[in-house]
């Protein structure tokens, strides 16, 4: 297969330009895509749609193809992940998490994570490289294909989207792009611009270039609330800090329809270390001009850190803090720690290469 073309590397575009190099009209691109992320189908025989000349044409030089599932493991409360194998003995992890009628799931956009925040399983990995599309957008296709493909408005196998997994996504741009786009395509997974979220650790001048050009929910990872924590925290809080972050999410969510106007705010919750009563107050008035909601994780403890999950009355107190402030907050409820699936708990295997991390991102 080495000089084929795997159709899921192809953005939309890419997929159009690519039939039509086969002499083909534009259109031939959205029926592949209906077989492809709406049927589950990668044998081109199984194409009935598409004329046995161009079948026998699309074998000779293209092939479909996503990450294989090297190992399913199942929580107690339901929650799925699986690690997938995608090449040189590297797996990334991705999540499916089933709620009240909805499947969340939860993918990687890089083969570990260059930021590197101190409290991250994923981040203590070290980092290779990039995802491909195909290894971004074929992890949504293999948990499609575990819990069954449908083109139905109706029912969607997978409702939700969150590039929430192993990676900062916006180090990854062009392939995160053209994922978000066949999960918004009609043609492809059609979900609603509201249901896919891109999550960011504050990659300020990268999300004030794509703000009006992509229409995706939005979620910032915070975890402070000032510059001196943050920084400890997060190092990337080095080279953009708070108010150039939130100045971006600003110019972002004026510019979306998929936001309702709204940032979600990530805060991990560590025990002693930014989940006091003062904190909380700082917090409220270090967003009392963004419009957001307030998303608080207690920790999910993993072997690679010391932190500590802070008890549930500290968690309540902080929430309670912030609501009088008249925010809304949310306390996510911790799912499959008991497979090591829960938030910053994704570790995969990584091959490390912090050198060519640190050369990549200053490159942004």
Known sequence: MENKVNLMDLSIEEMKDFCVSLGEKPFRAQQLMRWIYQFGVTDFDLMTNIKKDLRARLKECCFIKAPEVVTEQKSRDGTVKWALDIGGGQLVET??????????????????????CVFCRTGASGFNRNLKLSEIIGQVWRAASCVGFSNNEEHKPISNVVMMGMGEPLYNLKPVLSACELLLSDYAFAL?????TISTSGVAPVLNSIAGKIDVALALSLHAPDDELRSKLIPLNDKYNIAEVLDAVRNYI????????????????????????DQAKALGKLLSDLPCKINLIPFNPHEASEYRKPSGNRVERFARELMEMGFTVMKRSTRGDDIAAACGQLAGQVKNRLKTAAIEAKRI
């Open 192 to 196: 609603s611009k509201r249901r896919v």
């Open 95 to 116: 999540v499916l998490i089933p709620e009240d009628g909805r499947n969340t799931l939860c993918i990687s956009t890089q083969v570990g994570c260059p930021v590197g």
């Open 254 to 277: 004026s510019k979306s329809n998929a936001n309702c106007g709204k940032v979600t705010i990530e805060y991990v919750l560590l025990d002693g270390v930014n989940d006091s009563l």
